[in-house]
Every structure is written in structure tokens, then in C-alpha cells.
Nanobody, 124 residues
Framework: QVQLVESGGGLVQAGGSLRLSCAAS????????MGWFRQAPGKEREFVAT????????SYADSVKNRFTISRDNAKNTVYLQMNGLKPEDTAVYYC?????????????????WGQGTQVTVSS
């Protein structure tokens, strides 16, 4: 069974930074792509970033490109999301998820495993 636990969320001023972590259980962590998604109040959950099984390839939503960086440490079963230059519109609950594929994907239906989420609030 796969369990994903996010941490690192909080309240930050616009322009600030946060680093989210997602710790995964299971010995097969290093074989699957991982992703970060977010859901703002009153909005649908949306794709943020994804990384392939080895960490050699990544993809980002246009809204976070050049500000956020996804990375992973397969030895620690952990995926990270470094968020710089945060804006009030980045306020959301952030979820990590494990894909059924080894290559990265932005499609939510390719992610059968999800964490509980961590709140990120950016004040103006």
C-alpha cells in the first residue's frame, strides 16, 4: 500500500519561498513518476509540476514555470517542491501524487495515489 505525506506548507508573504516535501512509503518509489497538484478555494484541482522516475525530466504548469522546482531523492523516498517568488494566487492546498507511469504526466487520471495535502497561504 502506498502512503504519501506532505509537509512544509504555511503562511508566507508575497515574494517569499517555501519548500514542500512529500514522503512516500513503499519500496517501489523509485520506479514511478511523481507530481504536485493544487486546489484553491472554489476552484478545481490543477496540475503544478511532475517529475519522471529518475528525476532526469520534469514539466511545469505555465503559471509556475521559472518559479517552482520539483525534485526527488529516491534514496529517501521523498519528492520536493521548491517554491520561490510566491504570489497570492499560489494560495491553495498542495497535493503530491504518485503516477502509475514511469514517465512524467500532467494527467490527474494517471495518478492513483494521493496525499492528504498541505495548505500554502501567500499574503499580499
Amino acid at each position: 500500500q502506498v502512503q504519501l505525506v506532505e509537509s512544509g506548507g504555511g503562511l508566507v508573504q508575497a515574494g517569499g519561498s517555501l519548500r514542500l516535501s512529500c514522503a512516500a512509503s513503499g519500496r517501489t518509489f523509485g520506479t514511478n513518476a511523481m507530481g504536485w497538484f493544487r486546489q484553491a478555494p472554489g476552484k478545481e484541482r490543477e496540475f503544478v509540476a511532475t517529475i519522471n522516475w529518475s528525476g532526469s525530466s520534469t514539466s511545469y504548469a505555465d503559471s509556475v514555470k521559472n518559479r517552482f522546482t520539483i525534485s526527488r531523492d529516491n534514496a529517501k523516498n521523498t519528492v520536493y517542491l521548491q517554491m520561490n517568488g510566491l504570489k497570492p494566487e499560489d494560495t491553495a492546498v498542495y497535493y503530491c501524487a504518485r503516477a502509475r507511469t514511469s514517465g512524467w504526466t500532467y494527467r490527474q487520471d494517471e495518478y492513483p495515489y494521493w496525499g492528504q495535502g498541505t495548505q500554502v497561504t501567500v499574503s499580499s
